[in-house]
């Protein structure tokens, strides 16, 4: 027997669920207008990411392609052609092997990822509220029976969410402050504000406070930490090189990026959502692992 009925049942019950994550995302965004897109998983550039994660590069057909780290660029050009797009992107990112236990790592995982063109950091937090709450009153009716097996009571959070900046939230809860803010709160609540120092060089500056992003995170409550990363998006030449240099990252790396933004990038703003980690919220799993059948788990090796 490959697993125990009672291992059976349980992870049915989960694929079940996120299943149902699944169609309900794709069923809010069909409603207002978005245009699902196909996922990259190979490029000539992906998102550079602020934290240290291996290379994952093949050589094809005489050139360097990345594995997909996030869509981000792609959202960008995308934004171009279609006002508002999706995708279910898989990312991979070898983060250090002792993620693994964070409970809230996998290095390949799946990000609902999305952009809207013109849009600001405010519509963009309405759309990712209504998503949320679209997709957790759709799981609790169509899945009743799956969360009582998985002994899960789940509560739909009241809107708008809450909101703090970054500068409170170190302030409060010091260094670990994402960890501490998500044991403490209710429900759901933003982190805004980062600072241009701790994010990526595609957050958008605000002009009006300089040194400070127009982007955010959504934390979930329980201790379930991180749901997703958005914001504003520079978009100009200029800006973009400027913040590519400040960064000391190689402007030669970005050459097709730059190419694109001296051509017209639109400006827009957008977020991406980790599935397995909604899958994991929605079903109260001590491990987003759980939320996959086929995990890939930092540090560990995997027979299939
Ligand atoms: N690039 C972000 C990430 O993958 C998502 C976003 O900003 O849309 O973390
Ligand atoms: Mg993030």
Aim: hydrophobic share 40%; proline share 7%; glycine share 8%.
């Amino acid at each position: 027997m490959l697993l125990s009925e009672k291992e059976r049942e349980r992870k049915e019950a989960i694929l079940k669920v996120g299943s149902q994550v699944i169609g309900a995302c794709r069923e809010f965004l069909a409603g207002e207008g978005f245009v699902e897109l196909l996922p990259v998983i190979v490029a000539p550039l992906t998102d550079p990411l602020r934290h240290h994660t291996d290379r994952a590069v093949i050589e094809a057909y005489g050139g360097r392609w990345h594995l997909t780290r996030s869509m981000i660029f792609h959202k960008q050009f995308a934004v171009s052609v279609c006002e508002r797009i999706f995708s279910f992107s898989p990312n991979i990112r070898i983060e250090p092997p002792d993620w693994g236990e964070t409970g809230r790592h996998l290095w390949e995982f799946v990000q609902l990822d999305l952009e809207v063109r013109d849009a600001s950091r405010e519509e963009v937090m309405d759309l990712g509220e209504r998503l949320l709450v679209y997709v957790l009153e759709r799981v609790k009716d169509s899945c009743s029976e799956e969360l009582s097996f998985l002994e899960r009571e789940l509560g739909i959070p009241e809107r708008p969410f809450p909101r703090i900046t970054y500068t409170e939230a170190r302030r409060s809860y010091g260094e670990d402050f994402e960890e501490a803010l998500s044991r403490e709160v209710e429900g759901p609540i933003w982190l805004i504000d980062f600072p241009i120092d701790v994010r990526e060089f595609y957050d958008r500056e605000d002009p009006e406070r300089p040194g400070i992003l127009l982007d955010m995170d959504l934390i979930y409550p329980e201790g379930y930490g991180e749901a997703l990363s958005g914001g504003e998006r520079e978009h100009l030449p200029e800006r973009i090189r400027e913040r590519i240099r400040v960064q000391g990252l190689d402007p030669e790396q970005y050459r097709g990026l730059l190419a694109l933004a001296e051509r017209g990038l639109p400006p827009s703003a957008g977020f991406g959502i980790g599935i397995e980690r909604l899958v994991r919220y929605i079903c109260g799993l001590e491990h987003v692992a759980e939320a996959r059948l086929f995990p890939r788990v930092p540090g560990e090796l995997s027979p299939i």
